[in-house]
């Protein structure tokens, strides 16, 4: 086991045993991440809110649990959440100027209490994009959360903070949410493994909303051990969320041994290749050799999910800011002020069409899964962009970056299936970039087999960023 000067690059679990061991205190770790805030926090700009004398606080308390005997999963180990997460005391950002006149808040969120009482340390709150609308991590109000493996680089977003935290060695362990792929593109950008539970697996509240039939909430870490461990926390029934699936919870940490023998895997093939570029295709093509499977599969009508998802984001999203729209649009970040403008011109009969699609699409992917396991396809069409970029091109077409970056991450979780993303370095590349591990609903412990097993290869790593 390292010492404290190791911090930033030990994993979770392995702080964990490590205080309950009696070879690191809670208290050490959270000086060892405040620290390491203080000193990079104001180039990479992860954190908008540190909370320090809580961490501290909370990590006194977990040294006098440790030291009466107690046995606790996350002993010591520090975390941070994306800024729409309820903080005691801080107020809950969600990325924008309007919400910062609200009240702080008066509890924890409870996938928030959950980690804390596993043993957790809170950091704080982390930066996002605007209402968790953008897919850049760019914000005109906090200013852009840059890449940690390279500060001229976007992290993704809008689980921006969330991805460089955990990069940048900040802290082990981050939550961020995913709608139409907020967690899977900062993990690609950023080099992290990811995690996106099913739809209605984890509660949400206690949470600033963006896409009420979208809105999921998950971890990202730098080993797949990590976000098997910060899962199994995660989970437990809320009676407070009337979304959650009232489902028994499902143990992966211990399940990760099991490996990848026997289970049928695919590669998307059709849509999810028609515009990646060459280095996200290598990536899948790097992983899918490495698990033995050269078969490929064609999903149906995923260009007409994407569509679809969007239709539904814009409508909903408008929906739930329109108040604030009409008041208020000078206040927004001008890029999603006017996302959330077309949004409230969206005919309502297309988003009825697009809820009867989802079914559809939803009942199509059920079938397919009968006959496979687990579904290989990019997580990002490209590595990370450089920081203000406005167009790409993809398939020889010029396309705005912003709401592209998703192209693929879309159609996943608007049928809310459970997405691990795993990290790939190619040979000589300077950046990562991430591959979809899709399984099926409910069955995140065999997305997180795989992801573990390509890790225990060698073929995904997330080291942490030489800062």
Not at 289 to 295: F, Q, Y
Not at 377 to 389: H, S, V, Y
Not at 422 to 447: F, H, K, M, S, T
Request: hydrophobic share 45%.
């Amino acid at each position: 086991m390292s010492g404290i000067a190791d911090f930033p690059s030990l994993k979770a679990v392995e702080i964990a045993a490590a205080v309950q061991g009696g070879e690191l205190t809670a208290t050490e770790l959270a000086q060892a991440s405040l620290q390491r805030v203080d000193q990079f926090n104001p180039a990479i700009r992860a954190f908008t809110d540190v909370t320090a004398e809580r961490a501290l606080a909370d990590a006194a308390r977990v040294d006098k649990a440790i030291a009466g005997g107690a046995v606790l999963p996350l002993a010591g180990v520090p975390f941070a959440v994306k800024n729409l997460f309820d903080i005691d005391g801080v107020v809950t950002r969600s990325g924008s100027r309007i919400n910062l006149e609200n009240p702080p808040a008066t509890s924890d969120a409870f996938l928030v209490s959950r980690l804390c009482e596993a043993g957790g340390l809170l950091m704080g709150g982390l930066h996002m994009g605007e209402y968790a609308y953008d897919f850049t991590g760019e914000n005109a109000h906090d200013g852009n959360c840059v890449n940690p493996h390279d500060l001229t680089r976007m992290t993704g977003g809008s689980s921006s903070g969330s991805g460089a935290a955990a990069a940048s060695g900040m802290v082990p362990v981050t939550l961020g949410s995913d709608t139409n792929g907020s967690i899977r593109v900062p993990s690609s950008f950023c080099g992290l493994f990811g995690l996106k539970p099913t739809y209605g697996r984890l509660s949400r509240h206690g949470t600033f909303p963006f896409v009420g039939s979208l809105d999921h909430l998950g971890p990202l870490a730098r080993s797949a051990r990590d976000l098997a461990l910060v899962f199994d926390v995660l989970q437990g029934w809320d009676k407070a969320d009337p979304a959650q699936a009232d489902r028994p919870a499902l143990a992966t940490l211990s399940d990760l041994g099991r490996g990848t023998d026997g289970l049928r895997m695919v590669v998307a093939g059709g849509y999810f290749r028609e515009k990646a570029e060459p280095e996200a295709l290598a990536a899948v093509d790097t992983v899918a050799r490495a698990l033995g499977t050269s078969a490929e599969i064609d999903i149906p009508e995923a260009a007409r999910a994407r569509a679809a998802a969007y239709v539904i984001t814009a409508a909903e999203g408008a929906n739930l800011h329109l108040d604030r729209i009409t008041r208020r649009p000078k206040d927004f970040d001008p890029e999603t002020r006017d996302r959330f403008l077309s949004g409230t011109m969206v005919p309502a009969v297309w988003v009825q069409h697009a809820h009867r699609f989802r079914s559809w699409f939803r009942s199509m992917m059920r079938e397919i899964f009968e006959h496979v396991d687990v579904i290989l396809a990019p997580a990002t069409p490209f590595a990370a962009l450089p920081t203000g970029t406005k167009t790409i091109t993809l398939g020889g077409e010029v396309m705005p970056a912003r709401p592209n970056i998703g192209l693929f991450t879309q159609p996943v979780s608007f049928i809310g299936l459970p997405v691990a993303a795993v990290p790939v370095w190619l040979d000589g590349a300077a950046l990562p970039v991430g591959v979809q591990v899709i399984a099926p609903a409910w069955r995140e412990d065999l997305a997180l087999r795989v992801a573990f097993q390509l890790e225990k290869e060698g073929v995904c790593r997330a080291p942490v960023a030489s800062l």
